[in-house]
């Protein structure tokens, strides 16, 4: 298992790897191939075998925040060695094992370099936004706007409503009326949706509040947010990065979902409470109705 500061290192590294060029993201998808690096792989051997120079591979390593080539190195190496990186090859021979193994640990590690990230006091600042604020909205598209879904729901368990949007003329309508009375929370893996950017900067010009939930921290939706929060995910060339950052968003909005009912737990866990017993009770009418 990596030490916690190595893992919050892998961690900004995923979200720093958003903030290289394509030459320079080629790169470091080589170098994330266990294979391609061991302890005695020099930083020639690896500029020989890219037909790179070895001042733009020690570049890479300090815009991903190391020193250079050699903590570069290291902090891959412990990342591999560890049980927190499996890389699934593509073939057609994996066997069902290899497969959840390969899934559980990509879960398991992307859940733990989240938490490494996640930061109290701006969860904090998130929960009394939501409880303050006279309007709630959440924004998402594509795979993202089931998440929205599921947190307006929870969040009308607790009696606090919101409304959610994934359409692009919708939501540009809705920023319009807004004001500083009202809360933004917008999903976004790449952060940079032009349209969804496009609705986000209306409401920044009527003041209101954004929180935005990215795996890019060089992205449109990170430079307009009052708040971020980060879930970070490197690109496997199989599985994608998708998938497992919505898992870490659903992590994300869960813990903030839980803070809430502990920021104030008479009223919201009596709502809670109260819509627990109103659905028990229409479900049976329904069964009842229906003779089921």
Same mark, same amino acid.
């Given at each position: 298992?990596?030490?916690? /500061? ?41 500029? /020989? ?93 594509? @795979? ?14 607790? @009696?606090?409503? #919101? ?15 807004? #004001? ?10 790449? @952060?940079? #949706? ?17 929180? @935005?939930?990215? #795996? ?19 690109? /496997? ?56």
């Amino acid at each position: 298992m990596m030490i916690e /500061d190595e893992l919050k290192k892998i961690a900004k590294l995923k979200l720093l790897v958003n903030t290289l060029n394509r030459t320079e993201i080629v790169i470091i998808n080589w170098l994330f191939i266990p294979k391609n690096l061991t302890e005695n792989t020099s930083i020639k051997e690896i500029a /020989d075998t890219l037909n790179i120079s070895k001042s733009l591979i020690v570049k890479i390593a300090k815009k991903l925040g190391c020193s250079g080539f050699k903590e570069l190195k290291k902090l891959l190496l412990n990342y591999f060695k560890s049980n927190d990186y499996l890389q699934l090859n593509l073939t057609e021979g994996n066997s069902f094992n290899n497969i959840v193994k390969n899934i559980e640990v990509n879960l398991i590690t992307s859940i733990k370099e989240t938490i490494s990230l996640i930061n109290e006091e701006k969860i904090s600042q998130v929960v009394k936004l939501i409880l303050e604020k006279e309007k709630i909205l959440l924004f998402g598209v594509g @795979g993202s706007y089931p998440i929205c879904l599921d947190f307006n729901h929870k969040l009308l368990r607790l @009696g606090i409503y #919101s409304e959610t949007y994934n359409d692009f003329h919708l939501m540009s309508v809705a920023s319009t009326h807004l #004001s500083s009375n009202s809360l933004i929370i917008v999903i976004s893996t790449s @952060g940079n #949706s032009l349209e969804l950017i496009s609705s986000i900067e209306i409401a920044k010009k009527n003041k209101s509040t954004i929180i @935005g939930i990215t #795996s890019n921290i060089n992205s449109k939706l990170q430079k307009l947010s009052d708040l971020v929060l980060y879930s970070p995910v490197f690109k /496997d060339p199989l599985q994608g990065h998708n998938g497992l950052a919505r898992i870490c968003q659903l992590f994300i909005l869960d813990i903030i979902y839980l803070m809430l009912v502990q920021y104030n737990p008479s009223v919201l866990l009596r709502n809670l409470n109260h819509t627990i017993e109103s659905n028990s009770v229409t479900h049976k009418q329904y069964m009842n109705k229906n003779n089921i």
